[in-house]
């Protein structure tokens, strides 16, 4: 940092104390990116999971690929969430376990606020 005084300029040499509060600030930040990567990472391993069993259940290629279509409308808002779940199959509705996974990783993506998670799921599955 430099300071003028009276026309003169110096160079200010940093406390110690302000070197090390700055390396925690990007420290901090660093590790808040790398919890944030680790977040979305888990959550696509989630949603890979949990189409695999989705697809185990419903056996038929092509409800499966509409249930993909559904969850990937439902991301992009053109359904909500009360419309969405109407719309499952009946098999994966009547299987407790897989609904109530289908619950708990759709909050993960609302509390998240990011739907892309779901939207590459459904391209990728």
Do not use: H, W
């Not at 092509?62 to 359904?79: A, R």
């Not at 419309?83 to 708990?104: A, G, S």
């Not at 509390?111 to 779901?118: I, Q």
């Amino acid at each position: 940092m430099k300071i003028n005084i009276i026309g003169e300029t110096f160079t200010r040499i940093p406390k110690s104390e302000e070197i090390e509060e700055k390396k925690l600030r990007i420290a901090v930040k660093d590790l808040k990116r790398v919890q944030e990567k680790s977040r979305k990472r888990m959550m696509k391993i989630e949603g890979y999971s949990f189409c695999d069993r989705v697809q185990g259940i419903l056996k038929d290629s092509d409800k499966y690929i509409e249930f993909l279509g559904q969850l990937y409308k439902y991301s992009k808002g053109v359904y909500d969430l009360t419309e969405f779940l109407n719309l499952v199959d009946d098999k994966v509705r009547e299987n407790e376990r897989l609904m109530f996974e289908l619950d708990e990783f759709l909050e993960s993506c609302e509390e998240s606020g990011d739907r892309s998670e779901l939207r590459s799921l459904c391209k990728s599955s």
